[in-house]
């Protein structure tokens, strides 16, 4: 997909800087400005965050993980992991706050229902309304609703969601539109329809 972009955006007159950063928008020589910087994994303030593996690291192969990997967050980017990494032969354990798989609103059903079918199958440890209290080298400390449990694992994959990363606020009298994820984290429907919603209103 991201070469066929590259080879349309090659075939019209659109101008592309790699490596610029933008620190004022208002400086830029232009009729009108749009934002889409997307968003950035979000923190929890737990000891031993950084113990973890971010979610896109995972995906990307950027960093290596173990057979036993303790997926916090039950969403649908930790049930793709848990996944990934059970048809990889390795031993995924999902650790969710909430009492239901995938229970953002706006997922598809027939991808989310593919997945709980998915963990179901190849009998995924989940742990339902819990919420990690500490990751170690070799083991995350969870809090169930049964009380305090110690998992081990060799590897812990974090998550936890995405927060927006907008360069600054949408103004409509500056003619800036902050749109996708930099306005609101959604999913690649909602960020696609912002797109298509700015374009046609500027033709």
């Not at 590259?6 to 400086?27: F, G």
């Not at 020589?29 to 950035?40: H, N, Q, R």
């Not at 209290?133 to 009380?147: A, L, M, P, R």
């Not at 812990?156 to 500056?174: I, K």
Request: glycine fraction near 8%; charge should be negative; proline fraction near 2%.
């Amino acid at each position: 997909m991201i070469e066929w972009y590259k080879t349309q955006i090659s075939k019209l007159p659109i101008q592309v800087h790699l490596q610029t950063e933008i620190s004022d928008v208002s400086k830029l020589d232009a009729g009108e400005v749009i934002v889409a910087t997307g968003s950035k994994a979000r923190k929890i303030g737990i000891p031993g965050f950084d113990l973890g593996v971010e979610a896109v690291d995972y995906l990307l192969g950027n960093k290596p993980v173990g057979d036993t990997v303790v997926v916090v967050g039950g969403g649908l980017t930790g049930c793709e992991i848990a996944f990934d990494l059970a048809r990889k032969g390795k031993k995924p354990i999902i650790v969710e706050m909430t009492d239901e798989l995938i229970k953002a609103v706006g997922v598809c059903a027939a991808n989310s229902e593919c997945l709980r079918d998915y963990m179901r199958y190849y009998q995924v440890p989940l742990y339902m309304e819990s919420t990690v209290k500490q990751i170690n080298e070799d083991s995350v400390v969870i809090e169930t609703k049964e009380g305090e449990k110690v998992i081990s694992c060799d590897s812990v994959v974090l998550s936890v969601g995405y927060v927006s990363d907008a360069l600054c606020e949408a103004n409509e009298t500056n003619h800036v539109h902050v749109i996708g994820d930099a306005a609101k984290v959604g999913n690649l429907k909602t960020v696609i329809q912002d797109a298509y919603d700015v374009a046609f209103s500027l033709k």
